[in-house]
């Protein structure tokens, strides 16, 4: 366990679905961050939290929607999705924004179908 | 763009013999830069980092070599195990702006 938990570990959702991916963190970070791994891509930022705010989004489309409720907690609510939204969505944290030292969680294998 | 690249998608290396991983970036303004390593069904670890104004730094087994000039980063893991088997990729950071590679898969072979 690096310190960053990621639930689910693996999420079918058909496109017509509501679903929420969750990401925990007692690490003591105040910055928390949404990552899209495709296949044989590098990582894509998708989202930046620091103290709670959201600091960056990365042109994500409005179907995926970010909630940071804590410093602990970091929410990703998906709904209506399309088939090429099928990743490995990982959750980050780390000391501050300007800090690089980032703990990563081992994500959510999403499939949309 | 600018962009994080590496020269080779995957390695296979004999157990006990040495790994060379090479990434290439092209941001010179790029300060601080990160070799990560993931397993299979884990989330990506850091392994070492380096700073702008080093040239190579030495963890446990591993070694990162940073040629400026060039705009070269380069993992070197020493005795590579069985363990050691996953994929690798760089990152680099610029103003807060931490860019990812899109990875090298490192296969040993026992």
């Known amino acids: 366990e690096t310190g960053v938990t990621q639930t689910p570990r693996h999420l079918v959702m058909g496109m017509t679905n509501k679903k929420s991916l969750k990401c925990e963190q007692h690490?003591?970070?105040?910055?928390m961050y949404w990552y899209k791994q495709s296949a044989k891509k590098p990582l894509e930022l998708m989202f930046v939290?620091?103290?709670?705010?959201?600091?960056e989004n990365n042109s994500v489309p409005s179907r995926f929607s970010p909630e940071c409720p804590n410093s602990s907690h970091l929410f990703l609510h998906l709904h209506t999705l399309q088939p090429e939204d099928s990743a490995l969505y990982l959750c980050?944290?780390?000391?501050?924004?300007?800090?690089?030292?980032?703990?990563f969680g081992s994500g959510t294998r999403l499939t949309v179908v | 763009g600018e962009s994080v690249g590496l020269h080779l998608p995957t390695l296979s290396v004999q157990e006990g013999d040495n790994s060379i991983i090479n990434c290439a970036y092209s941001?010179?303004?790029?300060?601080?830069f990160i070799w990560y390593k993931q397993e299979s069904g884990k989330g990506p670890q850091f392994i070492i980092d380096?700073?702008?104004?080093?040239d190579k730094r030495q963890g446990q087994r591993v070694t990162v070599l940073l040629n400026k000039t060039v705009k070269h980063l380069s993992l070197q893991i020493a005795a590579t195990q069985p363990g050691d088997s996953a994929v690798y990729f760089c990152?680099?950071?610029?103003?807060?702006?931490?860019?990812f590679g899109a990875g090298t898969r490192l296969t040993v072979k026992p």
């Open positions: 980050a944290s780390s000391p501050g924004r300007e800090e690089y030292g980032y703990t």
């Open positions: 690490l003591g970070h105040n910055a």
């Open positions: 939290y620091n103290f709670k705010e959201q600091t």
């Open positions: 941001n010179s303004a790029s300060d601080y």
């Open positions: 380096i700073r702008s104004n080093m």
């Open positions: 990152a680099e950071n610029n103003n807060n702006d931490m860019r």
